[in-house]
Each structure stands twice: as C-alpha cells, then as structure tokens.
Nanobody, 124 residues
Framework: VQLVESGGGLVQAGGSLRLSCVAS????????MGWFRQAPGKEREGISC????????YYPDSMKGRFTISSDDTKNTVFLQMNNLTPDDTAVYHC??????????????????WGKGTLVTVSS
C-alpha cells in the first residue's frame, strides 16, 4: 500500500491550498480515507475522513468550516481544500487510509496506512 501526498507549500495567512493524495496497492476496495496533521512539538490532529462508497464526510468541531475533504474514486485520489489558513495551520499534512467506517475511533491515531506527508507553511 502506498499513499502519496502533494500540494503543500508556503502560503500567506488568509490564503488557500489544495492537497491531493493518490492511493495505490490496495487489493480490497473497502477502505476509507482521511487526513491528519502534525506540527513540530505538538500532538497529531485529525482533520477529516470520507466514506468512499457514498462520499459522506466527517470533521471534528475544531476543523469545521475551513477544511473540505473530497475524493475521486476513479483515480483513488482524495483531496483536502484548505481555506483562510493561519500560521497555526503550519504542519506536515498526512493522507491516511483505514478499514472501517468514517469516523474511526481516532482520526489522528486510528489509521492503518498513511503517507510521508506534505509540508504546509503559513506565514503571517
């Protein structure tokens, strides 16, 4: 299994970024996907998940409003649209996949597979 993220970079506060993640290597199609992030010296934070079969999504309260997850199942790709970014959003963003329903018991630590991440840096 391989998950490869892209789309990170440097953005000014108030700006937007769209992250992408391509999944490959799954022999069973019944997996769901999500995103979490980790900033230096901070705990991992779950951002969102999406049920691939019907497109339903979940966001913890802390992530509602500025983040939007979507997927393109024909390309095994999941996206994360991030708007109105602040310096507090600076982190490595990881795409993840897991067996089970959305949301999992823990968005941050309940994933079975995750990518190496893409760095998002928000300047003030």
């Amino acid at each position: 299994v391989q998950l490869v993220e892209s789309g990170g970079g440097l953005v000014q506060a108030g700006g937007s970024l769209r992250l992408s993640c391509v999944a490959s290597g799954f022999t069973d199609d019944n997996y769901n996907m999500g995103w979490f992030r980790q900033a230096p010296g901070k705990e991992r934070e779950g951002i969102s998940c999406i049920t691939r079969s019907d497109g339903s999504t979940y966001y913890p309260d802390s992530m509602k409003g500025r983040f939007t997850i979507s997927s393109d199942d024909t390309k095994n790709t999941v996206f994360l649209q991030m708007n109105n970014l602040t310096p507090d959003d600076t982190a490595v963003y990881h795409c993840a996949a897991y067996w089970g329903s959305c949301p999992p018991a823990s968005l941050a630590y309940g994933m079975d597979y995750w990518g190496k991440g893409t760095l998002v840096t928000v300047s003030s």
